[in-house]
């Protein structure tokens, strides 16, 4: 869905060819983008690369349910990115991953599916809580 990331100065490459965001280069994106007031094109593709990995962590059904809700976390990705307070801490990425988890949420919800397949929140309601 989302290919073409390239040209981006903050996602990397490990061993195996595989795309990743580091910290570092999170934290310098989305500093500038609050600065700049808008999200930077750099920030913006790495939201859309963290969402689309966090993304195969989460079992679907139907792969069109798997896009909107890619689509609800990079749209809570960009809205939120400015609440982040680089005074209270410098992990930009836990903080991203957070927003993005509460976007797949957010969309798994508008989409009628009040039960999250396997994951955290229907763990939560048989008293076994598991981290995802």
């Not at 059904?61 to 990115?81: F, K, M, S, V």
Request: hydrophobic share 35%; charged share 30%.
């Amino acid at each position: 869905m989302y290919e073409n990331l390239t040209g981006c100065s903050g996602i990397r490459e490990n061993k195996q060819g595989k795309e990743y965001v580091k910290n570092a280069d999170l934290l310098k994106a989305l500093l500038e983008s609050k600065e700049k007031g808008s999200p930077t094109d750099d920030f913006t593709k790495m939201i859309i690369l963290m969402a689309t990995k966090i993304s195969t962590r989460l079992p679907y059904l139907d792969e069109e349910d798997r896009n909107d809700c890619i689509e609800y976390a990079i749209i809570d990705g960009i809205t939120y990115y400015n609440r982040f307070n680089e005074k209270k801490g410098t992990n930009a990425f836990a903080y991203m991953t957070s927003v993005l988890l509460n976007g797949f949420a957010k969309g798994w919800r508008k989409l009628g599916k009040h039960e999250f397949p396997n994951s955290i929140m229907s763990r939560l309601d048989s008293g076994k809580i598991h981290s995802i």
